[in-house]
């Protein structure tokens, strides 16, 4: 008979398909109770399973041991109280192969100026001051963010023998070249894919600054939103300063679906030479499927006492 001495708290907003064989998967060698996204209690949990924490929850947590993450961004989760009390956050990068590809896509259009052509042709507008596009072949990629997703383009662009460049923060960089500075990235490099976290380090990292340095060059973001000063970015693209820009992350996302939502201030769709794109990167089919999958794979090592996959480190929070 399995020892059920593990006590399991699985927060969901909805208990579909794969939350429900998760819960199957783990009730099979643990207590599993499943709640909503609040209130809910963890006075006796020892792992709490979600896609955010709540932080009086985790105050009255007795016996909390793991929490872990069924999503890749742990900005909903309190990282210094998960500290304090020595609890281990985990979260999942199942879908970092097929966001780099969502990231890939981007890159191409942007440079391609597919979007824009096709906007234009709805209305048979031929007439293009610069009728010219650029390749991807032959330009140099940097990468600002080497985690799985980073990894993952590198891997991507590698395949067509693009060369890339990341930012050296002491990690291992077989087959990419690790640079000193952001400075001297943006000044070797001719278009950044940004896929980094959201953190105190990473707030307007891409700066007005920064972006002066790109003259003429392209930025893919498809990491969080705090990392870009959107008015400085509209300035640049809408002076020609910056070449052009595809952004995927914003501010905030749709909540009601029935009520239009642009979320950004400046115009930014009036312009030419950015892609708009509306969080799709992690929307991929299948994609909540293999997230769900990963975490029940990795609790359940837990539980058997194997080493868990995708540690968070709390301090730097990714």
């Known amino acids: ?25 783990l009730s099979a060698v643990a207590d599993v109770t499943v709640t909503g996204l609040k209130d809910y209690s963890l006075d006796g949990i ?8 709540d932080r009086k929850a985790l105050d009255r947590a007795s016996s909390l041991k793991a929490v872990f993450a069924y999503k890749t961004g742990v900005d909903d989760f309190p990282l210094d109280a998960l500290a304090v009390k020595g609890v281990t956050l985990c979260n999942s990068h199942a879908n970092s192969r097929y966001i780099a590809e969502y990231a890939f896509s981007l890159a191409v259009t942007l440079v391609s100026r597919t979007a824009e052509f096709d906007r234009k042709m709805r209305v048979g507008d031929w007439s293009l001051a610069d009728p010219y596009w650029k390749s991807l072949f032959g330009m140099r ?24 460049y990341t930012l050296d923060r002491g990690k291992n960089y077989d087959g990419i070249t690790a640079l000193p500075t952001l400075d001297e990235l943006c000044r070797k490099c001719d278009l950044l894919i940004l896929s980094l976290p959201n953190t105190r380090e990473t707030d307007n990292m891409i700066n ?13 973001n498809v990491g969080r939103n705090n990392c870009i000063d959107e008015s400085a970015l509209y300035a640049a693209l809408k002076s020609g300063a910056l070449g052009g820009a595809a952004i995927d992350t914003w501010r905030e996302k749709q909540r009601d679906g029935s009520k239009p939502l642009k979320p950004f201030d400046a115009p930014f769709d009036t312009l030419d030479n950015i892609v708009l794109s509306s969080h799709k990167a992690m929307q991929v089919f299948d994609g909540h499927a293999r997230y769900v999958c990963d975490t029940t794979d990795n609790v359940l090592g837990f539980i058997a006492g ?13």
């Open 208 to 220: 007005a600054r920064v972006l002066d340095m790109l003259g003429g060059k392209f930025i893919v």
């Open 141 to 164: 990629v940097g990468l600002v963010g080497y985690g799985g997703i980073g990894r993952e383009i590198r891997r991507l662009l590698s395949a067509f023998g693009i060369k890339t």
């Open 306 to 318: 194997k080493p868990l996959r995708n540690v968070v480190d709390l301090k730097t929070g990714y």
């Open 46 to 53: 020892d792992v709490f399973i979600g896609k955010m924490l």
């Open 1 to 25: 008979m399995a020892d059920r001495s593990y006590k399991i708290c699985l927060s969901v907003a909805t208990l579909d398909d794969e939350f429900i064989e998760m819960r199957d998967r």
